[in-house]
């Protein structure tokens, strides 16, 4: 069975610092991991992804993810963030022959200006 | 081209009644996917197709939900004889590719509430 886990509900962090947001994983397989962000009242937007390769991938905004295979983990960064970085970021995973994905339950970003 | 769409952007309706959402997915894209996104929640799989094949429907709640697709184009779920519980904003997606690396791109969702 496959799983996604938001370990935080809301993450707070000042304009300009460095934002982190957490994601693990579990999977019989080779994980495809994702990450997108939905503004209120809007779909989600996708942000990134590892599909193989390089364990850093880097993505829209300015955000990067790293994946490690050994903590199984894929979280979310962004070295500067900005007031309209706030918003809500999930985490989700595909699994090969899967087909659909399985998402966290989400965590809201606040950057407090 | 344009990206998903869906309509309409909000529904409201009376307990018992049935709904009919839809999705344009982007056009060329062969696979299309409805999710679920109860109020505080992540999103819930319901239903997902391929091109011709068998739509995969293990994620439908109950037999009150259904969906069509015609080829590759239009989707309409459906909820017959909504229950408060069905309240939720219904999303779909598409992608490229079936299932495994390929991005799904999603459309705003129809915010449903059953009074």
């Known amino acids: 069975a496959q799983s996604v886990a938001q370990p935080e509900d809301q993450v707070n962090v000042a304009e300009g610092n460095p934002l982190t947001v957490k994601c693990t994983y579990s999977v019989s397989g080779n994980p495809y991991l994702f990450w997108y962000v939905q503004y209120p009242n809007r779909g989600l937007q996708f942000l990134l992804k590892y599909i193989t390769g390089d364990n850093l991938v880097k993505g829209s905004y300015g955000f990067e993810a790293e994946f490690n295979k050994s903590q199984t983990s894929f979280h979310l960064k962004k070295p500067s963030a900005l007031v309209s970085d706030s918003a809500l970021y999930f985490c989700a995973l595909d699994q090969t022959g899967a087909n659909n994905l399985f998402f966290g339950t989400g965590t809201r970003l606040t950057v407090i200006p | 081209g344009a990206g998903v769409s869906q309509s309409p952007s909000n529904k409201v309706t009376e307990k018992g009644k049935d709904v009919e959402l839809r999705c344009d997915p982007i056009?060329?894209?062969?696979?299309l996917y409805w999710y679920r996104q109860r109020l505080g929640q992540g999103l819930e799989f319901l239903i997902y197709?391929?091109?011709?094949?068998?739509?995969?429907k293990s994620g439908l709640p109950s037999d009150r939900f259904s969906a069509e697709r015609t080829g590759e184009s239009v989707s309409t779920l459906t909820i017959q004889r909504t229950q408060q519980e069905d309240s939720a904003v219904y999303l779909c997606?598409?992608?490229?590719?079936?299932?495994?690396?390929?991005?799904?791109?999603f459309g705003p969702g129809t915010r449903l509430t059953v009074l």
């Open positions: 056009s060329g894209h062969t696979a």
């Open positions: 197709f391929q091109g011709n094949s068998a739509p995969d």
């Open positions: 997606a598409s992608s490229s590719l079936a299932g495994g690396a390929d991005t799904q791109y």
